[in-house]
């Protein structure tokens, strides 16, 4: 038997399995194809501890599972897998046309070929393996509102691939360097003492490059609530995202910043969730902005940051007033991205109060309504 046999056959036994009502979906297929790769079963019944290992959740289930696997592995001529294929042939290995006669039996699932039999000058068919798809591929195009908090939390290990990277600027800081723009005198004098106090060689300096604060004012009301806690998950599993300050909104604005420190995504979104009294509650965005504004972004928190917004654009509130504070935070912001998982319809138009106030302010507005769409989200923040 070919190595390619075994996939396609653990793929018939699987898709039967969940014909016959037992509950087998991509993920415990997936954990069969693991342990049949660690295990590498030598006989047909260390396959059946393989699945029954990783297929049954349940003793009534068992019988079930016997009837499908002694039906698909235990008919007239069982085939028996090696884990090497140049093994030696067990005692009650088949001919190679039975694991033929296997694979035409799987009803167009897959096309077994093995190796020619005596005497015949057959050429092997290709075996089209199954891909499974991994739980985070299979999570990554659906929409953050549509997901439960375990399959969100499932997410956290792609989240911790991005980086959340935000243009640099000069800092008030110097560091040494060969061209700086600066004359670095403490130094230069303290190396002419070994010259007899002559200043052989000028020391320079220059402005330390640093990051852009990234300022985060997540919508929190009952529509936004569950892209709400991707993005505070994001921003607590993304590379470059430990300077963030995080504020929410629906009725009041409430800043997270250090409550949130030092936790993990888990802790952080239940703290979030007990420290904003009004999560799920209304949109009042001019309202949360003016007092952004009179607060923390006039005081220089905001000054020369990158200012990303998640909401929906639903105000509740007078429009005039979002506009007015858009326009404050637009004099001191290096940056604005604005977040609405609604500009992912491709015939979407800003034509709600708050989002028709907003946009003229915005220097970018993204989508980030789906694993998939945070790439578009971590561009427009660094500006690329």
Known sequence: MTPGDLPALVARFTAECHAAGLPVGPERAQRLARAVVEVSPAT??????????????DPAQIPVLDAVFDRVFRGSDPPVFRGDPNAAPLRDDPPVASVARAGEAAGGLARVGGGTSSGSDAAPSEVPVPALASAIERLGGREFDALSPVELARLAEAMRALRLATPVRRSRRT?????GDRLDLRRTLRSARRTAGDPVALARRR??????????LCDISGSMAPYARALIQLLYCAAGAERAEVFTFATRLTRLTRALARSSPAVALDRAARLAPDWSGGTRIGEALRRFNDEYGRR???????????????????????????????????????ANPRTRHPDYRPLAGGMAAAWPYCDEVVSAHSLDALGELVAALSGT
């Open 175 to 179: 560091r040494g360097a060969a061209h």
């Open 207 to 216: 402005r330390r490059m640093r990051p852009r604060r990234l300022v985060v």
């Open 300 to 338: 220089g928190l905001a000054r020369g940051a990158v200012v990303l917004v998640l909401s929906d654009g639903w105000e509740t509130g007078d429009p005039e007033l979002l506009r007015r504070e858009m326009a404050r935070l637009r004099q001191v912001a290096y940056r604005i991205v604005w």
């Open 44 to 57: 047909t019944q260390r396959l059946y501890w393989c699945a029954l290992a990783t297929l049954v959740s």
